[in-house]
């Protein structure tokens, strides 16, 4: 913890109940505070960054409109959760965030109450909320809030959509927050991310709308019944106005947005807005992938996990490697591409991990046999399978297996 006084609010947070305490003028304070605390402790001490730089708003303004820990945040992945960590007790201990008997490396129900669900895994929190959101409907919890809180990259994986399927289908107040970086930890690929570039309304029409919703609650027009053919009605208009199809509400899921995800204030003004509106909505919000710290923003992938750094100069202390084994990975990647050279029919299928496996580095020379799929393991599997099938001799597969302590990898050659 980071002892001077340049953290005038910070210091006095030790729970989301001490946050609430503050006036709406203070959080862009808050904010900066929290950020800079987060770039000075994972200088010293490595962990996840620009993910948790860019996600500063969104996790002030959720532990300040909701009620948590009785209120539900579910983060997806959990590398972007150090904010979160910090304003729920643990601010005094995340200097030992990864280390032995120190904090998890991510949110684990083990470690904190506010800590909904254990992360690791990306694409899970949608389902995970809908369960915890249905759950508190069936037992003595009818007021309570579910959030899940997913990046664009996670959005893009199968599990993801599965929750979208069903979140749209069972009865359930869901509010799902899009953290929209158009990252993943290398660009993110993919039909989704293109969709979710294009997708765009209006900001005259996201207001007038929020106010017409407002309304009609009032006058007890918008009751859970209507709620369906009002949501078609408005998508019809949407649709004509904008000539532009809208995913999430063709699956009955209201959509608000795009709206900018760092600006506290007006995250803040959104989730009061939506907080106790019926029915599963999904807030699209756009950040900036390594926020307040130009070496993250201007180069997000190193900074995804960058080691330890100078945080003045933004120098990445890279250690003396020279008497360390090479890594894995790179004896993967380097392994792969020798094999690809020397055998025309080997192709590289990763699921959004080409510079975590060094498929980059067969990436680099041979665009055209590598496909990053995104987060998309079984697809990425089942893809090199029919490949394999019929044509490609051999498949390479890099798979990762995400656990709450780390990554490991492994890779598959399928023969043919
Ligand atoms: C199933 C699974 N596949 C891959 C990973 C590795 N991984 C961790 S974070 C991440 C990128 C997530 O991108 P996004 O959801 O957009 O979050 P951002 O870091 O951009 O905020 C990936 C691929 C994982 N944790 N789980």
Known sequence: MSNDNNF????????????????????????????????????????????????????????????????????????????????T???ECFCKNRKKDGLMPFPSPKESEYDTFTCGHASNSI???????????????????VVAIIG???????????????????????????????????????????????LDTNETYNRIRFKASQWL???????????????????????????QQNLFEGMNIR????????????????????????????????????KGYEPAEKSATVWHAPGKFDPETGKRLIQDESYKPPKFQDVF?????ELAKSNSRIVGVTPAMPTGCSMNIMMKEMGDRTFDVGIAEGHAMTFSAGMAKDGLQHSATFIVHSRNAHTTISFTILPF
């Open 127 to 145: 389902s995970a909320a809908l369960g915890m959101a249905v759950a508190a409907k069936m037992t003595q919890h009818p007021e309570r809030h």
């Open 89 to 91: 007790h643990r601010r």
């Open 333 to 337: 990647g380097h392994t792969l591409l």
């Open 255 to 290: 959509y608000f947005g795009p709206f900018d995800g760092n600006d506290v204030k007006e995250v803040v003004r959104l989730l009061n807005q939506l907080k106790n509106m019926k029915g599963p909505k999904l807030l699209h919000l756009h950040t900036v992938k390594g």
């Open 152 to 198: 664009d990259g996670a959005m893009s994986g199968g599990l993801a959509f599965e929750g979208l399927n069903n979140a749209s289908s069972q009865p359930n107040d869901l509010l799902i927050i899009l953290n929209d970086n158009d990252m993943s930890i290398d660009r993110a690929v993919g039909g989704m991310q293109q969709y979710l570039l294009n």
């Open 217 to 243: 609650h009032a006058k007890g027009i918008l009751t859970d019944e209507r709620r369906k053919g009002i949501i078609r009605l408005n998508n019809a208009i949407k649709s004509a106005l904008s000539q």
């Open 8 to 87: 005038k609010l910070l210091s006095k947070i030790n729970s989301p109940a001490d946050l609430r305490k503050l006036s709406i003028d203070e959080l862009p304070i808050l904010c900066e505070e929290l950020r800079k605390d987060i770039i000075q402790e994972v200088a010293v001490n490595p962990g996840h960054l620009a993910s948790s730089l860019g996600a500063t708003e969104i996790t002030v303004a959720c532990h300040y409109v909701f009620n948590t820990p009785e209120d539900r945040i579910v983060w997806d992945v959990g590398h972007q959760a150090y904010g979160h960590k910090i304003l």
